[in-house]
Nanobody
């Protein structure tokens, strides 16, 4: 079955950096658009970043542009999220997601990971 397993979350001070990884199995990784979503307590899940099948194009939420970078390694079936200049408002559970088409909402998601918690202290 399809599995998306996130890692790399944790506690970091404001201004710090973290790198999230998502290892995929049970699917043809290069055939999927990959996303990172996040959900803060009491808030709706929101799209953070997306990357196309080959990695040639990316998209970001305005709130993370210039600070976060999404990338993928199709040989390793892994997608990454490099997060720099972290702010307390970045605190959330971060979810890896895979979709068949370039739809930048939860409706474009076929598979979800279980999430990894990122906490940014002020």
């Amino acid at each position: 079955q399809v599995q998306l397993v996130e890692s790399g979350g944790g506690l970091v001070q404001a201004g710090g950096s973290l790198r999230l990884s998502c290892a995929a199995s049970g699917l043809t990784f290069s055939s999927y658009v990959m996303h990172w979503f996040r959900q803060a307590p009491g808030k709706e899940r929101e799209l953070v970043a997306s990357i196309t099948w080959s990695g040639g194009s990316t998209a970001y939420a305005d709130s993370v542009k210039g600070r976060f970078t999404i990338s993928r390694d199709n040989a390793k079936n892994t997608v990454y999220l490099q997060m720099n200049s972290l702010k307390p408002e970045d605190t959330a559970v971060y979810y890896c997601a895979a979709g068949h088409i370039w739809v930048l909402t939860t409706r474009g998601v076929a598979y979800w990971g279980k999430g990894t918690l990122v906490t940014v202290s002020s």
